[in-house]
Every structure is written in structure tokens, then in C-alpha cells.
């Protein structure tokens, strides 16, 4: 068994969510289920901690945000869904460890209170908390501009700091893939962006985690991804150049791209 009992990664599309989609979530079918399927294994897990990994809700666009508050409460009103709210009591003393841990490697890690719950956040925990309850959560935010060296560093931190505690902990990484994949999508459609997708798709079946290190910047943004990030951070907390994988579902009715997989520790 590795230091993480299991590793998630997540899209985050609001329209999943019936409240939110309205209608719209019936062209998520495969993401929904995949939600659902993914809730279930972190219930039989029965983690103490879940740490949650999010490209958003970061107002330092230099730093890696550690929340640092005791609780998370917010709802979904900013999607017009004021009925879906979630609370997560946080687990301080893993946020405040790695924060020590990085200043000691002057990385650009920082501490900071944030009391709401961004999206890339929201989502996951909401699933999560329709068939699981009793778990402390730690709440990581990385705006795009970190560089791929702190992000690999500051993950292999996260993994020693876990290790430290000797608790069950899940990982939860949530990302998008390219926004680029459709010509009426938000950001219409590009063949890079194809691309990219094909071959984060390729990663994760071959579980090569490695060659995520291997996309160049020129191409992560003309994929108009915010993927690369937390999927790079959790390179680093693997700690190793390959991992047991599997895709949950794959998927892009709107233009972006969708992706729930586990990864476990080999």
C-alpha cells in the first residue's frame, strides 16, 4: 500500500450537478456515473483525511494557496443553485505542516484563510458527501503561473507530510482538460487541443504518469486547459514515474474536455 490509499482525478463541470444543469446534465451521463462510481470507492475507503487539489479560486496568482482555515461553507449560488451548499471541516495541522515544510525549500508555498469553496472543490466534495461524512479535508489551490518545479516539489512535501501521519488520506485532484474541442464551445476548437486530450487519455491508460512532465507550455495553452497544475502536483506526490490506472470516463459535449480516473500507487 502506498502513502495515499487512493488518487482521483476529477473535471468539474457545474452542469453535472441537476440543480445546476437543469437538463443539461443528461449530456454528462457518463460523467455523472463515473461521480457516482468515484464517491463510492473513497465511502469504502473510509478515509480520515481527503485533500482536495483545485486549479481556482485563487486570488495570489504567484503561490500555492494552502487554506489554513478550521472549516469550508459555501453554496452555489454563483451557478444559480443557492439550494446545493457543503461544509468540510479542515484537517490544520497537515495544512500547516506543509507550510512549514516549504519554507524550509523556499518554494513559493503560502498560508492563507479562505473561508468558501471554489468549484473545482465543490463538486467532488458534493459527491463525496452523498455517501461519505466523517473525513477532515485539506484544501490546496494553485493558480497557473506556478512552475512546474515547485508544483512537482511542493507534492512530494504533501507526501511526506501524509506519510508522517500514518492516516488513511485520499487525493483528489480536480482539473479540466482542453476547453477547446468543439467550434461552439467556449473557446472554440483547435486540433492542439484534440491533441492534448488524446494524449492525457493515453497517460492514463498506459499509466506512464511521467510523460505528464513532458507537455510543453506552448501547447498547455493552446489547449486552454487548467489541468496541468494539479496533475503535475500530483506527479510529484506520487513519487514515482508510474502508477496503476484507470479511466472512470472520458468525455466533451460541451466543447471540454472530461476526465474522472483513479490512480493507485504501484
Known sequence: MGVFEKIFFVPHPPAVLPEVGKG???????????????????????????????????????SIIVNTAAQIQDNFARYDAEQLQELCFLNTEIAHSLILRSIGQRLKVKGEEIQ?????????????HQYYQLFLGVNILIPPQISDEDLLYTGQLLRHVVQETGQRTVLVISGDLSHRLSPSGPYGYSPRGLAFDQYIRHIFSSGDIQLLGAIDKTWRQEAAQCAMGPLL?????????TAQTSIYSHEYPFGIGYMLAEIEEV
Not at 468558501?116 to 463525496?128: A, M
Not at 502536483?233 to 514515474?241: D, H
Open 233 to 241: 502536483f500530483m506527479t510529484g506526490a506520487i513519487g514515482q514515474p
Open 24 to 62: 443539461r446534465e443528461l449530456y454528462l451521463n457518463r460523467t455523472m456515473l463515473a461521480y457516482q462510481r468515484f464517491a463510492r470507492t473513497v465511502s469504502l475507503v473510509q478515509p480520515e483525511n481527503i485533500i482536495f487539489v483545485s486549479p481556482h479560486g485563487v486570488a495570489d496568482q504567484k
Open 116 to 128: 468558501t469553496i471554489d468549484h473545482g472543490t465543490f463538486i467532488p466534495l458534493h459527491f463525496i
